[in-house]
């Protein structure tokens, strides 16, 4: 049956337990994690969903009460455990990293870390107490205050190819049409095994996913038809991974995304868009005109953020007060990315589960 102990707790098939783990103490508060266990009346894998790594990160949360609501247990094949807050420490402070002295402030890159500090620990409690009873992974990085993203990250370079091509079924799975092949060994961007889906594949073979849809300060209707778009996308993945019946409904065409620009600002200040939300997902110029900076003094035009070159527009943002270095725009390099039909991808089901 779908029993699992999570921290000692035993949860039974059918239940649902809130079972909270400690960390360490912070001055005058405690730092622990809440998980949600849902245990399936049949028997299956146990798929972990994290939320909120990242403090300022909190629209996952409201995906994950969505699926606490929504799931029906007797119809479960296995286990869920779903953390809304993973770190408890920033999301007190409201800031993308923990809000200390350490070396390894943010804990998305501390994992492994032998010390300490509060990102070691946190992320070594993550890894001791789920990492070790799950079999497959999913991390959400959602936009922050001002910010959205829409893509879905696989690990493409999994030193077992099977990972890989599970890695990649689950994120064709979640069904929404931005596929980033993220290189977490090799490449520019690639933080080996100090991130969550770098750690869960290299020490306990957990393949994983890393969706991105949505943000926050957008309004209430396209915020609400984002928590459906995960929604949709969580349940597909049930479905692919066989943990509820049904075939997820693919998108009839995805983009995998190579190499991409993030275009920031360099100076702090008011962004002025020149764009709108509808350009998400749609071609971007060489050399257009994203959005300005402006100087909240003086209201002078500090820069222009064009495109650097043509692609696809995928993460954006709305008007609002950056810093240096703010998410703002993500295009993928269209000379290095790829539109694939649906006909042209391998859509098997996944079924190397042996309960």
Known sequence: MGKIKVYGTE???GEKKIVTVPVTKDLGVDIRIKAHVLAGKYEGPTLLILSMLHGEEWFSALIIRELVKRLKLDELKGNIIAIPVANTSAFNSGTRCVMDNSDEPDANRAFGGKFMWLTNQITRTIEEEFFSVSDFLIDYHIGSWGSTM???GYGADYKDPKMSEISKGMALAYQFPMIHAMTLFEGVHSKKDRTSMGCAAVKHNIPGIVPEIGGL???EAIENQWIEDNMNGL??????LGMIDGEPDYCDEYLFIGDYWRTSPKNAGYVELKIGLDRQCEKIEKGEHL???VDPETFEILEEIRSPGEGVLFYTCRNFMSRPGGWTFGIADIQNSKWVKKE???LNKFSNFQP
Do not use: C, S, T
């Open 291 to 293: 959005a300005d900076v």
């Open 344 to 346: 042209d991808l391998n």
């Open 150 to 152: 829409a893509d879905i």
């Open 217 to 219: 300060g957008f309004g």
């Open 11 to 13: 949860v039974m098939p």
């Open 235 to 240: 349940f597909g993945n049930l479905k692919y």
